[in-house]
């Protein structure tokens, strides 16, 4: 896993000791964020790392085949049973088995899973006997299963049993400069696909990475870095490859109209300052106002002066120099 913010350090230290015990873990987290690569790091760290490590989505299965998957059926006991199944639990014994958005499993499926995890038996559909199986539990939900609970979604018991320990995953906008090593490892990684004049990132390119939102977390950046290494025209990937220079003004990931409003402004600043190649002069020409009052949006913003040099040529009109201003832009920590 890559990844050297604060955040993902105290990942990776609670991976190592929910590894060290063997109780379920309840992985939190957004939506591409990493708990399947979370799960598995605390097999690799955990006692059964020898043993195999298998994962099933609750959420892709259709409830009628879920059983099935789960806990395998005995041949003859449905229409189209020709063959006895092992389930993926038995399957995993003595491993660890990764049920990702258990919150999607459906109710009388919860029951089952429970029964498992109290008694770790099993009963393949259509057989009658009790199979034991060592098998340790990880979930992971996107969703709030305390939530899910109160509105009788999700069984409590079962909710209880899953969350002995719990990890979080945290989103990649929280992980300030991870983001640029993230892009960076997936950009060598795919270089084989790149087009032949496509040498890295712009500043500018790093710059909106750090302030764009991520709503898609880590899929999301391999997904924007793979097609702006295969489309990009220029030596250095541009905002617009990445298909950011518009979302970054997107305020629909607001949840009050001051945050909207704030996003709005964010990005308008931020759009003209890409514009601009991130000349100060020009930008706060552009936006009508004085360089004094885009300095405090940019403050205000947690925008701030970092570092020179990129592909685009800038300089500052005021001032006559010909160096580089203000190309690169971070969040503050
Ligand atoms: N720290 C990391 N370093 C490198 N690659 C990562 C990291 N975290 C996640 N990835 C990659 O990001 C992608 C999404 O990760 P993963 O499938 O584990 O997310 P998830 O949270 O389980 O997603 P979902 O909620 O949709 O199931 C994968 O291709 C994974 O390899």
């Known amino acids: ?178 983001i640029a090593t993230l892009a960076h490892y997936f950009f060598n990684k795919f270089s084989m696909e790149k087009s032949s004049i496509v040498n890295g990132f712009s500043k500018d390119s790093l710059s909106v990475m750090q302030l764009y939102e991520w709503p898609g977390n880590i899929r999301e950046l391999i997904n924007r870095v793979r097609r702006a290494m295969v489309m990009s025209e220029h030596p250095l990937i541009r905002p617009s490859d990445l298909g950011l220079e518009r979302r970054v003004l997107d305020s629909r990931y607001a949840s009050s109209l001051e945050e909207a409003r704030d996003l709005a402004e964010r990005g308008v600043v931020m759009a003209s300052l890409t514009r601009h190649s991130f000349n100060i002069l020009h930008a706060a020409r552009e936006l009508g106002v004085s360089r004094v009052t885009l300095y405090r949006l940019m403050e205000k913003h947690k925008i701030h002066r970092e570092g020179q040099g990129d592909d685009i040529a800038n300089h500052d009109e005021q001032t006559g120099s010909k160096e580089p201003n203000v190309l690169n832009f971070k969040r503050v920590k």
Request: hydrophobic residues 40%.
């Open 1 to 178: 896993m890559v990844g050297e913010s604060p955040v993902i350090k105290t990942l990776f230290r609670s991976i190592q000791k929910v590894g060290a015990v063997d109780a379920p873990v309840l992985i939190q987290g957004e939506s591409g964020t990493g708990k399947e690569l979370a799960a598995k790091a605390i097999h690799r760290a955990s006692a059964r790392s020898k043993s195999p490590f298998n994962a099933i989505n609750c959420g892709a299965l259709p409830s009628n085949l879920i059983q099935s998957e789960l806990f395998g059926h005995e041949k003859g006991s449905f229409t189209g049973a020709s063959q006895r199944k092992i389930g993926i639990i038995e399957n995993t014994d003595g491993g660890t088995l990764f049920l990702d958005e258990i919150g999607d499993l459906p109710l009388d499926m919860q029951v089952n899973l429970l029964r498992f995890l109290e008694n770790h038996t099993i009963q393949r559909v259509g057989g009658l006997k009790e199979i034991e199986v060592d098998v340790r539990v990880l979930a992971a939900t996107h969703v709030d299963l305390e939530k899910a609970v109160n509105e009788g979604k999700f069984r409590e018991d079962l909710f209880h049993r899953l969350n002995v320990l719990q990890i979080r995953v945290p989103a990649l906008r929280e992980r300030g400069d991870d």
